[in-house]
């Protein structure tokens, strides 16, 4: 087996997926090994509430994935998303008071406030600059503009602080080493939208199980973020109250389950067999699902500022399970009034590879995918060996690998998409207090010198100095002329 891989794990609402696979040279991935568990019982709308059972699950996840690939696995890349996620824009004003030329440090300075804002029961783990408004305008980058009024508009993108504790806890009790935690939504769109799409304007709605996850883009920046409370599993839920089991349920819904139905194609007599010997009506089964469906769909809708409503040009783009229901894009295009609306089967790049999850490309694999696509450190470890010397073998490959096994979110490194920890916080906090003294005592510095040129400028024209400059001008003729 290869010797070098990336392996992603995401903690999704109906399954954790594991999956490992391999980058190669032209930029495809081959995709080794893919695992999968059950996780409706411990993970509620994409968060972690229990956490034995989600600790047994990951060490489940690992070792089959060891199995498979005959190599120990050292760490994993993992995405959060669920809805503990929300965003919210945030303000900072700056009013020097007399006309001043923007500098970086003043914008340094928007945005550390803007990072240190606090949030009751919440964190911000990641911070985007939307725009500046230098006076009465727009930029993206205000420096060297003059001004009296500098006003920086932030997305901070939140969660909540006992979500973190759970992760952590989880990993660090299944010894799952974490080699970086990405926000799955952003890891999504880097690998399911195109830069016209973000350019243009557009919405990414990703249907999972549990929570539909809404993202609004323009002008190439995340403008909105969402997580709805609503997915996939609501419409299973919905036709199980037709007294079935979620089980069956969710197989009439895969087998008979459409968005949307035409009056004229519903037959008033047809009905659907159940296991049990009884039927369900075609017409009562097909109001729940269109029901439960145009529900989530004028939520999502609503999710997005009216300032974007229109100049949504990229389109509708759907993707996760959710998006496999049919005539899923004609709901969309009759409630948003959106024509252009696509289906992301799977990311933007190619990926090889003979399990029946990857040859699908339905929907249901492109967040672990953009996961492996963030990767970029090995995951590999020792092999595992087999035969007389396994035991001691395997010890010894233990021992070598106590390093990154350990490893859990206290020892990520910050980076843009990832999630901070409150040692990196306390890092980068330290960095930006003595950043900010150098610049602070530069600005001493550069106000000292510029004074005493000022001065210097006043007494070199002064009228004494100016009359003295004279009379040793007419000196220095008279000597002059002497001479």
């Known amino acids: 087996m290869a010797k070098e891989f990336i392996v992603a794990i995401e903690l999704g609402s109906s399954k954790i997926t594991g999956i490992a696979g391999k980058k190669n040279l032209d930029g495809s991935i081959t995709i080794l090994s893919i695992v999968q568990e059950d996780s409706s019982t411990y993970i509620r709308r994409g968060v972690i509430y229990n956490i034995d059972k989600t600790m047994t699950a990951l060490i489940n996840v690992k070792q089959r994935l060891e199995k498979q690939l005959q190599t120990q696995i050292r760490q994993v890349y993992v995405g959060v998303g669920g809805q503990s996620i929300i965003s919210m824009k945030n303000t900072i004003v700056r009013e020097p008071g007399t006309a001043t030329i923007v500098t970086q440090g003043m914008v340094n300075e928007l945005m550390d406030t803007n990072r240190n804002m606090s949030y009751p029961d919440k964190e911000i783990l990641d911070a985007i600059t939307l725009e500046y408004k230098v006076d009465a305008q727009q930029q993206i980058d205000p420096v060297g503009i003059q001004c009296t009024r500098l006003e920086g508009n932030f997305l901070n993108i939140l969660w909540r602080k006992t979500?973190?504790?759970?992760?952590?806890?989880?990993?660090?009790?299944a010894r799952v080493g974490i080699a970086d935690l990405y926000i799955a939504p952003l890891a999504l769109a880097e690998s399911v939208l195109v830069e016209a799409d973000r350019r243009a304007g557009c919405l990414l709605v990703d249907l999972g199980a549990g929570t539909t996850t809404v993202s609004v883009y323009y002008r190439n920046i995340l403008r909105h973020l969402a997580v709805l409370p609503l997915g996939a599993m609501n419409i299973t839920h919905d036709i199980a109250?037709?007294?079935?089991e979620e089980?069956?349920?969710?197989?009439?819904?895969?087998?008979?389950?459409?968005?949307?139905?035409?009056?004229?194609?519903?037959?008033?007599?047809?009905?659907?067999?159940?296991?049990?010997?009884r039927s369900v009506a075609s017409a009562k089964f097909i109001d729940l699902v269109e029901a439960r469906v145009e529900e989530i769909v004028e939520n999502v809708w609503a999710q997005v500022p009216a300032e974007y409503t229109g100049r949504l040009l990229g389109g509708i783009i759907l993707t996760g399970g959710g998006a496999n229901l049919r005539n899923i894009e004609k709901v969309f295009?009759?409630?948003?009034?959106?024509?252009?609306?696509?289906?992301?089967?799977?990311?933007?790049?190619?990926?090889?590879?003979t399990q029946p999850e990857v040859t699908a490309e339905d929907c249901r694999l492109c967040t672990a995918l953009s996961l492996l696509v963030k990767g970029d450190m090995n995951c590999a470890g020792s092999p595992i060996t087999t035969g007389l010397f396994s035991a001691k073998g395997d010890e010894r490959a233990d021992s070598d690998d106590t390093g990154g096994?350990?490893?859990?979110?206290?020892?990520?490194?910050?980076?843009?998409g990832k999630v901070m920890t409150p040692e990196e916080k306390q890092r980068k906090e330290e960095e930006e207090r003595q950043r900010k003294e150098e610049e602070?005592?530069?600005?001493?510095?550069?106000?000292?010198e510029?004074?005493?040129r000022e001065e210097e400028e006043k007494k070199r024209n002064?009228?004494?100095?100016?009359?003295?400059?004279?009379?040793?001008?007419?000196?220095?003729?008279?000597?002059?002329?002497?001479?």
């Open 163 to 173: 979500f973190y504790d759970n992760i952590n806890n989880c990993f660090k009790d």
């Open 241 to 244: 109250s037709l007294q079935m």
């Open 247 to 277: 089980s069956e349920a969710e197989k009439l819904k895969l087998h008979y389950g459409s968005a949307y139905t035409e009056a004229a194609e519903i037959d008033p007599e047809l009905s659907y067999p159940l296991a049990d010997g």
């Open 333 to 353: 295009r009759d409630r948003t009034h959106i024509n252009k609306i696509r289906i992301a089967k799977s990311i933007n790049r190619t990926v090889d590879g």
């Open 405 to 416: 096994q350990d490893q859990h979110l206290s020892d990520i490194t910050p980076g843009r």
């Open 440 to 448: 602070e005592r530069k600005r001493r510095e550069e106000e000292e």
């Open 450 to 452: 510029r004074r005493r």
């Open 462 to 483: 002064s009228p004494i100095r100016k009359f003295g400059r004279k009379i040793k001008g007419f000196f220095d003729k008279m000597i002059s002329e002497d001479e």
